[in-house]
């Protein structure tokens, strides 16, 4: 990951991601009591490389990403989760290390036992879920 990258809007977010990157994840790798991860993601309608900082979880070697708007309640996806349904290349950095993957949105009895590991690890994911007024998407992340 390189200069040429925009940081979420939120300054909040923004500034956890200079955290995360300055102190390789030292600083910012347990946010929220939850692990995070840095994606990097190209935005689906500016084609510019956007970088935001998402909870995980794991499934093996696989990273689980919950879709759920950044507030509680929030009707919208978020847009990191929207640019990787258009181009479902992305980088990821977890703590030092930084990768390439390829993302798909979890169906099924997949999804089921996804959003199962999400919500035990974080289990604010519940209330999310009770306000979004849809099903909150789970997103895989696979090495490439």
């Known amino acids: 990951m390189?200069?040429?990258?925009t940081d979420s809007p939120d300054r909040s977010v923004a500034e956890h991601v200079r955290r995360y990157l300055d102190t390789d994840g030292e600083d910012g790798f347990l946010e929220g009591g939850v692990t995070n991860l840095?994606?990097?993601?190209?935005?689906?309608?500016?084609?510019?490389r956007r970088r935001t900082g998402v909870f995980f979880g794991q499934d093996g070697e696989r990273h689980v990403l919950v879709a759920s708007g950044s507030a509680l309640g929030a009707p919208s996806l978020p847009n990191w989760y929207l640019n990787l349904l258009a181009n479902p290349e992305a980088e990821v950095q977890v703590r030092a290390e930084r990768f390439a993957v390829r993302a798909y949105t979890a169906t099924g009895a997949e999804r089921d036992r996804l959003w199962r590991l999400m919500?035990?690890?974080?289990?604010?994911?519940?209330?999310?879920a009770a306000t979004a007024g849809q099903e909150i998407p789970i997103v895989v992340l696979e090495r490439v």
């Open 38 to 48: 840095i994606l990097t993601s190209v935005g689906r309608k500016s084609g510019t």
């Open 2 to 5: 390189n200069a040429d990258v």
């Open 119 to 128: 919500t035990a690890l974080a289990p604010l994911y519940h209330r999310y």
